[in-house]
């Protein structure tokens, strides 16, 4: 096997690899407790809480990825002048690798989605949120910010949850300039009109939001690609990224169309599973890998983040172990881990209610 054709190789291509993300940031809350009555007031569980969190959701969810990859990511978004707001900004400071311009609009609130979870099953989501478009002042400054830092990138993500950061206006223009740029522009759609992403290199809906856009059926393999070939024609789209659960992912091309197998194991969340796929493809396309080797990579990396719980991330560690495991079968693979992917999984499992034992002699 030549570095070429080699996946780890692929993946070493991700340190540093620089990658532009634009779009709408939210704070995703998670709120953990324990159900044991219902509320006599009302057929509804009682939820005794336990444990709160919170991180970056939307957008911010696509960098805190970037950043686990090892891409060198910059981000440009807007955020209400509020705590939240502030708690947004101090998070993405926290992030290795990542640069900022986060865009205070003092006229609407940072977006929230608060999740209540118990016994691993969430029960409630709560959303907090204003999604009309900025004012033109907000807008110019996002805009001009981007097209500034887009020939330093070597890919962009639109990452477009539909709260107003990214105006019609707005997602031209950088396309355009990413075009000017030899940027290849890979979008997380919203709506059921793509051509405001006409241009774009790569966009990635699922099948019902493919269903959506292009008005036709998608539920079978045919009608997946007559649907996406619709839109390609139709929005001036060179790629489509069909994410299709666990019927895995076809890729539409100018000319073919290929199929990736689901690669997951177990699912338990799919919480921000778009956006580890965009910001897998992101950082592969950044670091020169084909685009039909980076989709590999990025099923690999939804096969894990979905069993995962929250808005997780995946670490090039986690998609390195992946694929040793479907290389060599080897089932005690990935035993030894440093030392965050080992207290994430910690968590995770805790967070699952499942007990953790040490044998006689170690400590944690």
């Given at each position: 096997?030549?570095?070429?054709?080699?996946?780890?190789?692929?993946?070493?291509?991700?340190?540093?690899?620089?990658?532009?993300?634009?779009?709408?940031?939210?704070?995703?809350?998670?709120?953990?407790?324990?159900?044991?009555?219902?509320?006599?007031?009302?057929?509804?569980?009682?939820?005794?809480?336990?444990?709160?969190?919170?991180?970056?959701?939307?957008?911010?969810?696509?960098?805190?990825?970037?950043?686990?990859?090892g891409a060198?990511?910059?981000?440009?978004?807007?955020?209400?002048?509020?705590?939240?707001?502030?708690?947004?900004?101090?998070?993405?400071?926290?992030?290795?690798?990542?640069?900022?311009?986060?865009?205070?609009?003092?006229?609407?609130?940072?977006?929230?989605?608060?999740?209540?979870?118990?016994?691993?099953?969430?029960?409630?989501?709560?959303?907090?949120?204003?999604?009309?478009?900025?004012?033109?002042?907000?807008?110019?400054?996002?805009?001009?910010?981007?097209?500034?830092?887009?020939?330093?990138?070597?890919?962009?993500?639109?990452?477009?949850?539909?709260?107003?950061?990214?105006?019609?206006?707005?997602?031209?223009?950088?396309?355009?300039?990413?075009?000017?740029?030899?940027?290849?522009?890979?979008?997380?759609?919203?709506?059921?009109?793509?051509?405001?992403?006409?241009?774009?290199?790569?966009?990635?809906?699922?099948?019902?939001?493919?269903?959506?856009?292009?008005?036709?059926?998608?539920?079978?393999?045919?009608?997946?690609?007559?649907?996406?070939?619709?839109?390609?024609?139709?929005?001036?789209?060179?790629?489509?990224?069909?994410?299709?659960?666990?019927?895995?992912?076809?890729?539409?091309?100018?000319?073919?169309?290929?199929h990736f197998?689901?690669?997951?194991?177990?699912?338990?969340?799919?919480?921000?599973?778009?956006?580890?796929?965009?910001?897998?493809?992101?950082?592969?396309?950044?670091?020169?890998?084909?685009?039909?080797?980076?989709?590999?990579?990025?099923?690999?990396?939804?096969?894990?983040?979905?069993?995962?719980?929250?808005?997780?991330?995946?670490?090039?560690?986690?998609?390195?172990?992946?694929?040793?495991?479907?290389?060599?079968?080897?089932?005690?693979?990935?035993?030894?881990?440093?030392?965050?992917?080992?207290?994430?999984?910690?968590?995770?499992?805790?967070?699952?209610?499942?007990?953790?034992?040490?044998?006689t002699g170690?400590?944690?």
């Open positions: 096997m030549t570095d070429q054709e080699n996946p780890a190789a692929d993946l070493d291509k991700f340190a540093g690899a620089p990658v532009l993300c634009v779009g709408d940031v939210m704070l995703d809350r998670f709120v953990y407790g324990k159900v044991s009555r219902i509320s006599p007031e009302a057929p509804v569980p009682v939820c005794l809480v336990s444990e709160e969190s919170a991180m970056l959701g939307g957008a911010g969810n696509v960098v805190r990825n970037l950043a686990a990859l060198a990511a910059t981000f440009i978004g807007i955020a209400g002048d509020d705590e939240p707001g502030r708690e947004v900004k101090s998070l993405l400071g926290e992030l290795d690798g990542v640069s900022m311009t986060l865009i205070t609009d003092k006229s609407r609130p940072t977006t929230i989605k608060e999740r209540f979870i118990s016994g691993g099953q969430q029960l409630l989501r709560v959303d907090r949120e204003v999604s009309d478009a900025p004012a033109p002042s907000i807008d110019k400054k996002l805009r001009k910010a981007a097209e500034k830092a887009i020939p330093d990138a070597a890919a962009l993500v639109l990452s477009d949850y539909d709260k107003g950061a990214l105006s019609r206006e707005t997602v031209a223009a950088l396309i355009e300039t990413a075009r000017q740029n030899n940027v290849p522009v890979i979008v997380d759609p919203k709506g059921d009109d793509y051509s405001w992403y006409a241009g774009a290199y790569l966009i990635t809906p699922n099948t019902a939001e493919l269903g959506i856009a292009s008005r036709l059926p998608a539920d079978g393999d045919d009608a997946v690609i007559a649907a996406a070939r619709q839109l390609q024609e139709k929005c001036r789209l060179e790629n489509i990224l069909v994410t299709r659960s666990a019927r895995g992912m076809t890729l539409v091309g100018p000319r073919d169309t290929r197998d689901a690669e997951a194991r177990e699912v338990f969340d799919v919480s921000g599973a778009g956006d580890t796929v965009v910001a897998t493809l992101a950082a592969a396309r950044a670091g020169g890998v084909p685009l039909d080797r980076a989709v590999r990579l990025a099923n690999v990396a939804a096969g894990i983040v979905v069993g995962k719980i929250g808005t997780a991330v995946v670490w090039r560690g986690d998609i390195a172990e992946a694929l040793h495991r479907q290389d060599t079968h080897a089932p005690g693979s990935g035993k030894v881990l440093p030392l965050d992917r080992a207290l994430e999984r910690i968590e995770s499992w805790r967070k699952r209610g499942e007990r953790i034992g040490l044998p170690a400590s944690i």
